[in-house]
Nanobody, 126 residues
Framework: VQLQASGGGMVQAGDSLRLSCAAS????????MGWFRQAPGKEREFVAA????????YYADSVKGRFTISRDNAKNTMYLQMNSLKPEDTAVHYC????????????????????WGQGTQVTVSS
């Protein structure tokens, strides 16, 4: 299983970015997916999750209303549209996959996901 995150960059507060996570080596539609992020000196934190079909999503309170998670199973790709970016969004953003069984609050836990991408840096200046 390989997950390749891309789309990060350096932007100013209020700008937008779209992250992508391209998956290979798995049947993408059989996996729930998630985005996490880790800032320097901080623990990895949950950002958003989406179920295998795209019909259910979870968001961290800190990004709710600003970020949108989506997926295209035909392209084996997950996205994170990030609008109204804030300096506190600065972090390495990681995508992760877990084999679908159920979709609930456990999707907010990093330990739920056995597969991880390499991360893409998002830097937001004020």
């Amino acid at each position: 299983v390989q997950l390749q995150a891309s789309g990060g960059g350096m932007v100013q507060a209020g700008d937008s970015l779209r992250l992508s996570c391209a998956a290979s080596g798995l049947t993408f539609s059989m996996y729930n997916m998630g985005w996490f992020r880790q800032a320097p000196g901080k623990e990895r934190e949950f950002v958003a999750a989406i179920n295998w079909s795209g019909s259910s999503t979870y968001y961290a309170d800190s990004v709710k209303g600003r970020f949108t998670i989506s997926r295209d199973n035909a392209k084996n790709t997950m996205y994170l549209q990030m609008n109204s970016l804030k300096p506190e969004d600065t972090a390495v953003h990681y995508c992760a996959a877990s084999l679908r069984q159920s979709f609930g609050s456990m999707q907010t836990k990093a330990t739920t996901y056995p597969y991880w991408g390499q991360g893409t840096q998002v830097t937001v200046s004020s």
